[in-house]
């Protein structure tokens, strides 16, 4: 990559990292909504990337198959994780905590995750 191209890059991530400040869209697709969660389904494909997006309410995510992630935080902290079928993690936040970060797959088989965020936690729902 040119350091034009580097920068650009660079660029845009930041930019990425500061609308990320008010994105709750934690997944790809919403599977359902209620007054206490919002269920997520995400299948990243290898080498896709979810976007930076916040994390404020407790949340957890249960992994239904196989693979390696990368995840870097709005930190500047990077994550790499290996799943098998049913790993899961839970979070929790308290008042005025969140985190930031994008997921990217980097093994060589489709990622599947359900994320269940806990509406009913110390800050409320991010809008969608």
């Not at 997944?27 to 930076?52: C, D, F, M, S």
């Not at 198959?65 to 308290?94: A, I, W």
């Not at 005025?96 to 806990?118: A, C, K, P, R, S």
């Amino acid at each position: 990559m040119s350091d034009l191209a580097n920068d650009q890059h660079i660029s845009e991530l930041r930019q990425e990292l500061a609308e990320a400040q008010t994105n709750g869209y934690v997944g790809q697709v919403l599977a359902t909504e209620t007054n206490e969660v919002r269920i997520w389904k995400i299948l990243l494909k290898p080498g896709e990337r979810i976007g930076y997006h916040r994390h404020q309410l407790n949340y957890f995510w249960v992994a239904v198959s196989s693979g390696k992630s990368r995840s870097r935080l709005s930190t500047g902290e990077t994550v790499e994780t290996e799943y098998t079928p049913g790993d899961c993690r839970y979070f929790s936040f308290g008042a005025g905590q969140h985190m930031t970060h994008d997921l990217t797959n980097i093994g060589d088989t489709d990622l599947l995750f359900t994320t269940v965020e806990l509406k009913r936690s110390a800050n409320p729902p991010l809008a969608l």
